[in-house]
């Protein structure tokens, strides 16, 4: 009698776990690739609503940091920072020193003064190319 309780009760749990274990080696049955659907549908729908609801909430602040700045006279950073470059250009016009030359400007001017040299030490040559018959 002991034997029979004792199959009955461990007979139950073994059913339950070869049960568990069938389970989960099973393929998903279409009802569950549709329930999972659902859910990645649901979850998109969710996250979309929470995106517009931020982009809401952002908007407002907006508003409210741009009343703000119309109440107390203050500026946008952007605005301050375009600012302090048209200052620094107009100071830039009258410095003493000049600008900072690029390399492509560099290489450029050297070239030129090649060019130039070889056009002077032409000219002195000139006259006696032409003495020479050259």
Known sequence: ???????????????????????????????????????????????????AKHEKMEAEREKERQRIRDKYGLKKKEEIEKERAEAAAMNSAGRISRDKKTPEQIQAEMEEEDESIVDTVMSYLQPFRDRLGI
């Open 1 to 51: 009698m002991a034997s029979m309780a004792a199959k009955m009760i461990l007979g139950d749990k073994l059913d339950s776990v070869k049960g568990e274990i069938g389970s989960l080696t099973d393929k998903p049955t279409e009802e569950e690739l549709e329930q999972a659907q659902l859910i990645e549908e649901a979850r998109q729908e969710q996250e979309s609503e929470r995106k």
